[in-house]
């Protein structure tokens, strides 16, 4: 059932021309230069990428007609712009997204007391919006997504299936939050009051800035007071756990699994590798990279990268992994200084 | 558009006295005081974070007529119960909690089976109650929250949108369990035959004690035979693994992202700390704390705080965490002496 | 409220013989062998397991006639074939699986250019399949589930309540799906572009192959072009992150909380224990066993078990686990060698 097409007729949709290899050739596929397969389509859409021409697996690759250095087992195809060329490409092999053009389904449920223009708002089926909230215009809203009450949409978000955005919360424009995701549950704080874990309650919320991309069964809490913020830009992954009052700075990219404890603020443009965590209340500065599977235990001044548990600089962290390599070393070298200590304690008797 | 409140204004709101500082100072949020940042109000509730008030960054505070430690840059109003008085600041600042009358929403599913008084339990939109699920008095079911057949939820619990409690699994009174959260999948096991990994059926519950409270996105799976059981008075924050069969005793913390396998058993008070884990089948005692990102290997026996990867008690899991820090040190060490060692063998010749 | 029995009543339920104990003995729950507590009864179908019977807790073990070593503190009821009779005595303690039978529920939304056959597929309440999505016959979407656009699932696929399966993905036969699982949403992938994190944009889809089971909260995202792809017969568990254009070879085992970055490959019978980590664009061979709580940094040959981080080879990992427990005993070590030479380097002065 897999789709395929043979080298003429892929040149023919894209207008292209055959410039090497055999026009029966057939393509199955399609894929990135150093992730194709045997059978592949790919392109070359910027000259710094033109050494993995000569590597890729693909049967076939997309050129500008000026490019000259052409392995003779790849087949290659000229055109003006191979980047443009490949969004047919990719329309043929893959699947053009699904259009979501406005309107509210009837099986979707919308406060008579939310504000949004019906003409210019997608919302699915099944999906509720509450009391209160606000969705600007351009938004999809889609099947199944709880929006709450009071919150805001800015223009052009996408809320995917199932997500849920809890009371008050605020987002920008052009927003995605995919599906699963939680944002503006309770922050997890309790007191501990005559052998009892008292709630406290958490009554602020998340605001998230423009241009914010948050992946799948992601959670971000409300602030206990407050906001938790997530600033303009930053694009945080699946299952990642962002705690209450946290701070995250623009520009920040946060990768699966992280967890960020409880009122910890990160700078801009900051990286946390996947699994990596931090402790709650610490300061991570501008531009500081933290590696994937990494533990932050201390405040970390930025720019520069750190890495193990604890978090240390880069280099003195490497070493830090390195060191229990070094144990075994150390005991064969101590070991053999004792010999020689006892032959010489040997020859020089008390 | 955030709000913005003069001191004065804010004396009249919550009916207190200006003691210090200028009326027309704008305040526009408030936190606690050792969060709060320029521009917020505070309060002083209790006695020991008294010193947090010299320390605080917060432009007001709220405190009781008698608190005379009054740094000159702060403004202060005073009240005869600030937290009380704090509360009213939380309504103009923050949003009061939606209330959710009870009713029936008209797009929610209820089976006829089902047994719940729909003049005492809030159904919200597009919620769905399977047969046989019998809902207590002053229960709250948020949108999209699906009630699996034969479920029991005592007086008083909050089901959050989107979340799932499957087939017949138990939850006490004022159980809180937040949005896409998952209780009562199936647990992960299955036998190995013949290549093939084969599905061992998993027909036990979850049951869940009294005042429990579960974050975001955390998943528990049904046991095996028999029942996982959360015990009462327990909170579980965000993106929890809680697998089939383990027994969480009462009153413990489990902090986002732990991970405990199979049929292990906590006692009462354990805490587990963010992103720590534990191997199945394992006994952790009363009143045990495992620090962050620590992995439980073998028995702990309570109470007692244990760290590190495999975790062992404090003192000890603190030097191993410490020990590739002094591999260096013996290098040069180590160096150091077989360079004596090498000047006494020349000195003293075979 | 929960159940009980007579010993007596049990054997008449499963039709078998008291052959030794009370017949009044109360039993009150089930359980295996080695998870009885005091009350349960178990029950023994498997030789191999006959050295369990001498220390479990269970108050009766149901066994063939022919078992002879039986413990005097335990009851036991004889039957032709235990497991067959164990069947009964779920039943009466546990729940039979809620039936699904074929219908669509009125509250579902299914699109009309959905290809499904009413009569043989189980739609439940609220749950959504969007455009041109096929349903194989035998299949079972639970309430709240959201079929994307262009799904197609095999024969008899179950989906639980408010999973998610986007746009085009494809998956084989009986395939299991658990609640709030995001399959094919976009992979995290932004070229930095001035400043700014720029979407890549992710056209491939995820196919899963035939007796895939999935746990809850886990997400598995689309590729970037191409498939995701999870082999057949592979079973992951909860919370576990899935990267765009991985792959999982067939009869894998992936424990709850791993998490595989982007591009990397596991070959067939791989098991990655829980919490466990692989960095992207690796190879892992064929029957490798990744240890839990071990993080991958470069490719994995197989077969093999390997653990610690960066993970290496069983023996080899497990040593440097265990040397930060050495530094001591070298420090101490070099102490006295430092003495010895000191005492040397007095009796024999330059």
Known sequence: MTKSITLKALADLIQGTIVQGDPETVITGLNSLSESLPGDVSFLGNAKYAAQVAKTQAAAVIIAPDFTERPERIAFIAVPNPTLAFSAVISYFGHEKKSRPPGIHPSAVVSVSAKLNAEKVHVGPLAFIDDDAEIGDGCIIHAGACIGPGVKLGLNCIIH??????????????????????????????????????????????????????????????????????????????????????????????????????????????????????????????????????????????????????????????????????????????????????????????
């Open 161 to 350: 299936s199932n997500a849920v955005i809890k009371d008050y919360c605020q987002l920008g424009e052009r927003v995605v939050v995919h599906s699963g995701t939680v944002i503006g549950s309770d922050g997890f704080g309790y007191e501990f009051v005559q052998g009892r874990h008292v709630k406290i309650d958490q009554v602020g919320i998340v605001e998230i800035g423009d241009d914010v991309e948050i992946g799948s069964c992601t959670t971000i809490d409300r602030a206990r007071f407050g906001k938790t913020i997530i600033g303009t830009g930053s694009k945080i992954d699946n299952l990642v756990q962002i705690a209450h009052n946290v701070v995250i700075g623009p520009h920040c990219v946060i990768v699966a699994q992280v967890g960020i404890s409880g009122s910890t603020k990160l700078g801009s443009y900051v990286v946390m590798g996947g699994q990596a965590g931090s402790a709650g209340h610490l300061n991570i500065g501008d531009q500081v990279t933290v590696l994937g599977r990494s533990g932050v235990t201390k405040d970390l001044p930025g720019p520069g990268h750190y890495t193990g548990f604890p978090a240390r600089p880069l280099h003195e962290g490497r070493k830090l992994l390195a060191a229990p390599g070094l144990v075994p070393g150390l005991q064969t070298k101590l070991k053999a200084l004792e010999a020689r200590l006892a032959e010489l304690e040997k020859r020089l008797p008390g």
